[in-house]
């Protein structure tokens, strides 16, 4: 099993910036990816950005592109997600997810509000 906590989440005024961070603990040995969603109400949830954890490639939404930055530090287990610029409909509940293999996600964060304000 692998936990995961996020943190940094909160209130920015349009054209600000946020940094999200998330702990993974456990059995994080050998994970694939870890990446973050997005869920804004009454929208279904999305994936706005990963990264390989072997190797560092990323992938990145289109609509954030640009805008965010996904880094990490394996020896601390953390991912981070830099939001630069951040638009109203960037407004989510944003969750840490990790995979143990291509093409799912197994294990996920409680998720964290990022509001911001026009």
């Known amino acids: 099993q692998v936990q995961l906590v996020e943190s940094g989440g909160g209130l920015v005024q349009a054209g600000g910036s946020l940094r999200l961070s998330c702990a993974a603990s456990?059995?994080?040995?050998?994970?694939?990816?870890m990446g973050w969603f997005r869920q804004a109400p009454g929208k279904e949830r999305e994936l706005v950005t990963d990264?390989?954890?072997?190797?560092?490639?990323?992938y990145y939404a289109s609509s954030v592109k640009g805008r965010f930055t996904i880094s990490r530090d394996n020896a601390k287990n953390t991912v981070y997600l830099q939001m630069n610029s951040l638009k109203p409909e960037d407004t989510a509940v944003y969750y840490c997810?990790?995979?143990?293999?291509?093409?799912?996600?197994?294990?996920w964060g409680q998720g964290t509000q990022v509001t911001v304000s026009s």
């Open positions: 456990g059995r994080t040995f050998g994970l694939y990816a």
């Open positions: 997810a990790a995979s143990a293999a291509a093409g799912h996600y197994d294990y």
């Open positions: 990264i390989r954890w072997s190797g560092g490639s990323t």
